[in-house]
């Protein structure tokens, strides 16, 4: 994903902490720690580094793709990692924007949404249910590529992050409406995590 490449070309920034609201601002460091690795991930190959930025007006430009950069409004850090399946050639953006406050993640939800994020699983794409992670949720299950290959995008929020799974593959084999269900669940569970002031642990079953 040409996001996560340009992350990966990102130089080191302050982290930041701190925050006052009862979900707690994330950090760069938990933002990058939130991203799934090669250690949460069995059977999937990693292809872009857990990677993430101080957000700055380049970053808002990728992150928030819509007029004036909504939705990055009040954000601190972006960051990204890339997989792909060892045996499908599935892959898996896995997409994260920290923001000082749950009130400025919860302001941002719809707008990226709506504006944006649900939009990259393709036209005809159908809304399914992802389960009750994360504050709130939504997912999309549809066509990403020229000749039908299936595709689906998650957003979760959790807390003051807003998170996403960005999911292609190059038969309609390659993924199903479960495998985003758990990609989806373990993206949010380290967000948990980390805004508990946990070091993120959740991974995928073997």
């Known amino acids: 994903m040409a996001i996560a490449a340009a992350l990966l070309l990102a130089g080191c920034g302050d982290s930041g902490d701190g925050g006052n609201d009862k979900a707690v601002a994330l950090s760069k460091e938990q933002v990058r720690e939130t991203l799934p690795d090669g250690e949460a991930m069995p059977g999937w190959k990693e292809s872009a580094r857990p990677t993430a930025v101080q957000m700055d007006k380049l970053y808002r430009s990728q992150a928030c793709p819509i007029k004036g950069n909504a939705g990055c409004e009040n954000s601190r850090f972006f960051g990204a990692s890339t997989f792909r ?48 992670i994360g504050d709130e949720r939504d997912a999309r299950f549809g066509t990403s590529g020229f000749i039908g290959e299936p595709g689906a995008v998650t957003q979760t929020r ?8 960005e999911t292609a593959a190059t038969d309609k084999g390659g993924i199903d409406e479960e495998a985003v269900r758990d990609l989806a669940a373990v993206l949010a569970e380290r967000a948990r995590q980390a805004q508990n002031g946990d070091t993120p642990s959740a991974g995928l079953d073997g």
């Open 85 to 132: 399946h060892n045996d499908n050639a599935a892959t898996v953006t896995f997409l994260v924007i920290a923001y000082d406050s749950e009130q400025a993640a919860h302001a941002a939800y719809d707008v990226l949404w709506d504006g944006y994020y649900g939009k990259r699983a393709g036209q005809k794409a159908k809304a399914f249910e992802i389960g009750s």
């Open 158 to 165: 959790v807390g003051t992050v807003l998170l996403w799974t």
